[in-house]
C-alpha cells in the first residue's frame, strides 16, 4: 500500500512539476502577472522553469535511484518554501498556489523516506 501511495503521489508531483515549467518556459500570461505581484523579473522565468523541470525529472530518476528522488523532492521543498517567502516580502498573499506544490513536494519526500529511506 504504502509502495503505490508513494508512486502517485512521486508521479503526480513530476507531472504537475513538469506541466509548471513548461507554462514558465511559453511565459504563460497569469504567472507574469503572479511573479510581477510577487518582485520577481520576467526574466527570471526561464531559469525557474529549468529548476521545476530538473525537480521533475529528479523525482522520475528516483524510481531507479532512490538517492536522486530524495534530493530532487528536498530540492522542489526547498524552491516552494523561498517561492512563499518571495510573496511574503513583497506583501503578496497569493501564494496559495507555491503552499500546494510545497505540500506535494514535502508529501513525496515524506513518503519515499518511510517507502524506502533516505538512502
Request: charged share 10%; hydrophobic share 60%.
Amino acid at each position: 500500500m504504502l509502495f503505490v501511495l508513494c508512486t502517485a503521489v512521486t508521479a503526480l508531483t513530476a507531472a504537475l512539476n513538469a506541466m509548471s515549467a513548461v507554462l514558465d518556459f511559453l511565459r504563460y500570461e497569469p504567472i507574469l502577472v503572479n511573479m510581477e505581484k510577487a518582485g520577481v523579473p520576467a526574466s527570471s522565468l526561464f531559469r525557474l522553469g529549468v529548476l521545476k523541470a530538473a525537480g521533475a525529472a529528479g523525482l522520475l530518476v528516483g524510481f531507479a535511484v532512490p538517492l536522486i528522488g530524495t534530493a530532487a523532492a528536498t530540492g522542489l521543498a526547498l524552491f516552494y518554501i523561498c517561492a512563499i517567502g518571495v510573496h511574503l516580502r513583497a506583501r503578496d498573499h497569493g501564494y496559495w498556489l507555491a503552499g500546494f506544490f510545497l505540500a506535494l513536494a514535502v508529501a513525496t519526500l515524506a513518503l519515499g523516506v518511510a517507502h524506502r529511506g533516505a538512502w
